[in-house]
């Protein structure tokens, strides 16, 4: 299977993982509403630049982030955090699912999920990765 469509899948699993977490741990579903796009606040960072816009949209959209917080709200016993926690791993999955990936500094449009992410310059691989290491082509 394509690496892009098992990361799109991988995104939806979680998203359906922290969802359904979410249900079970109690959480309100007005949270649940008024967080689920808050996330994506971060491509304000765009105004100060492609540069500055991608790193912040990409800190705030990595599972980093939610598995952090979800785990000092499991640890101090707070659930609010790990509500939130879930909510944030939910956007991120969802956002995965339906292919809006990690951005490059290129522009907001480059991602790792876009379709001509393994044409990038710089980015290229080789047919026979292994033949190449050995001959030293590229």
Do not use: C
């Not at 977490?21 to 689920?36: D, E, M, S």
């Not at 979800?70 to 999955?93: D, M, S, Y």
């Not at 992410?117 to 710089?122: E, F, K, M, N």
Request: aromatic letters at 8%.
């Amino acid at each position: 299977m394509e690496p892009r469509l098992l990361l799109r899948a991988e995104g939806l699993a979680v998203a359906l993982a922290a969802i359904a977490a979410y249900y079970a741990a109690g959480g309100p579903l007005w949270l649940f509403a008024v967080l689920a796009l808050a996330p994506d606040l971060s491509m304000v960072g765009y105004l100060a630049g492609a540069h500055a816009g991608s790193r912040l949209y990409n800190a705030v959209h990595t599972y980093l982030g939610p598995l952090a917080l979800g785990a000092v709200g499991v640890g101090l016993a707070v659930p609010p955090l790990q509500w939130i926690a879930l909510v944030w791993a939910a956007h991120i999955g969802v956002d995965r699912a339906v292919g809006y990936g990690l951005k490059y500094p290129t522009g907001f449009g480059d991602t790792h999920l876009s379709a001509d992410a393994d044409r990038r310059p710089g980015a290229d691989v080789p047919d026979d990765p292994v033949a190449s290491a050995v001959t030293g082509d590229d």
